[in-house]
């Protein structure tokens, strides 16, 4: 049933896209993110390619860089490389290889999707730009000695501050896991400030980061944190939490 429910998801998304206006190119995987509990013998990931032409697909694991050339990854992705016609799917699997993680957090590593278009030889005599795109997901693993947390939103806080970079609100996280923000906001009395957007705004397990805000803050403190958040199933979820206080 779940590999029905899969496949139907992908293939509503695919038809959207082809059917749609707007310029959209690349593989589209079924999920944002992989949860890799450590019990589990493999997790697997479905792939469809939306491009109107065929890619040639390779896959890795690594730190984030985007190298193929990364050594240390504890992660296997299979099938390594493929070919994916227009529209048609195809499943990779990501292996755990046993290699030691800490076992007091999650650890997070990140699947490459990179894709190639074929050369066209008609345009081999001709100067021409290739257009290549790598996919990264992140993939989560999560020791099986972590308790469950029902909402890291409740247990993360934050303070405000300013430093030689400007103001800011730093995240405080507490807990086993990593947390991944889309947006973070100041909210003050008369008005909502925007941290900056970042690649990745992400905090580390047991850990704090700061996100600096989009303008300077003249009054900091007495505020609220309005944040953003991916949960484990990708979706977009939001919390708020009193600023606890300022530096």
């Known amino acids: 049933m779940k590999i029905r429910n899969t496949m139907a998801i992908l293939c509503l998304t695919l038809v959207a896209v082809c059917t749609s206006g707007e310029a959209f190119a690349g593989i589209l995987a079924e999920k944002t993110r992989v949860i890799y509990a450590e019990n589990s013998r493999e997790r697997s990931l479905m792939l469809v390619n939306t491009n109107p032409w065929p890619v040639i697909v390779q896959t890795w694991s690594d730190d984030g860089r985007g190298s193929s050339d990364y050594p240390d990854s504890p992660f296997i992705v299979t099938p390594a490389i493929f070919r994916l016609e227009p529209r048609q799917m195809q499943g990779i699997r990501i292996t755990y290889n046993g290699s030691q993680l800490p076992e007091d957090r999650e650890s997070v ?75 973070i906001y100041l909210v003050l009395a008369q008005k909502e400030i925007k941290a900056r957007g970042e690649m990745d705004m992400m905090t580390y397990p047991k850990s704090n980061k700061r996100y600096y805000l989009g303008e300077t803050a003249e009054k900091l403190s007495g505020g609220r944190a309005k944040f953003y958040y991916i949960s484990d199933s990708g979706a977009i979820e939001n919390n708020e939490t009193v600023i606890t206080h300022s530096k």
Request: charged share 20%; aromatic share 12%.
């Open 109 to 183: 590593y990140w699947l490459n999707i990179y894709e190639v278009p074929p050369l066209d030889k008609r345009n081999e005599q001709h100067s021409h730009l290739t257009m290549t795109m790598n996919t990264q997901i992140k993939i989560f693993y999560r020791p099986a000695a972590l308790a469950k947390i029902d909402n890291i939103a409740s247990r993360i806080s934050f303070i405000t501050g300013q430093d030689r970079h400007g103001s800011f609100i730093e995240c405080h996280n507490p807990t086993p896991y990593h947390i991944s923000f889309t947006d």
